[in-house]
């Protein structure tokens, strides 16, 4: 794009017509080209620029000086800021990276967190089912050391709250 904007502005100088800002066009070619190539065709665009930038000084009978100044300014400052959007297209290209793992890492974590409840859940049932079976097998021996030693009826103690077929128990009469 600028070997055709610097070519096409050059024409028009060439052509006769009167130099004026047109070098705008060859210049904003160059920030682009500033911001994407490699440094060896930033260089060469510079150059470029600064060619086309002294002709037009030349063709407008701009005092030397002028025309040095311009032809060094333009392409540093279009060279500058093609250079500012390069950085910045590399930090967002960064940016875009690092929020990509940071949501890789956040979704790790939470299902590491959804696995460290299964499992706390999982201790805690243990837990629960290991004593209630522990309780059961007490009782178990227990009623087996009275079965065998009283060969009366259980206590009400170890009876249903509701007695045979529904009925309230007398023990729990109160309750």
């Known amino acids: 794009m600028l070997v055709i904007t610097a070519g096409g502005f ?3 100088l060439v052509l006769g017509y009167q130099p004026s800002l047109n070098f705008w066009g060859p210049a904003v070619a ?9 440094r060896g065709r930033a260089g060469c665009g510079a ?11 030349v063709y407008g009978r701009l005092p030397w000086p002028v025309v040095a100044v311009q032809a ?21 290209a960064e940016l875009r990276r690092l929020t990509a793992l940071l949501d890789r890492q956040q979704r790790q974590e939470a299902r590491r967190a ?10 805690e049932l243990h837990d629960t089912i290991s004593q209630h079976m522990t309780i ?17 009826p259980p206590a009400p103690r170890w009876a ?3 007695g045979p077929a529904g009925t309230r128990s007398t023990s729990c009469a109160g309750c």
């Open 10 to 12: 050059t024409a028009y």
């Open 30 to 38: 160059f920030v682009s080209v500033a911001a994407g190539e490699r």
């Open 47 to 57: 150059v470029v620029l600064a060619a086309v930038i002294a002709l037009s000084g």
């Open 72 to 92: 060094v300014i333009v392409p540093a400052v279009a060279g500058a800021v093609g250079l500012t959007q390069r950085r910045l297209a590399q930090r967002n």
């Open 114 to 123: 959804v696995l460290d409840e299964r499992f706390r859940i999982a201790r």
């Open 136 to 152: 059961a097998t007490l009782q178990t021996g227990i009623a087996e050391y009275t079965f065998h030693s009283d060969p009366r």
């Open 160 to 162: 249903s709250p509701h």
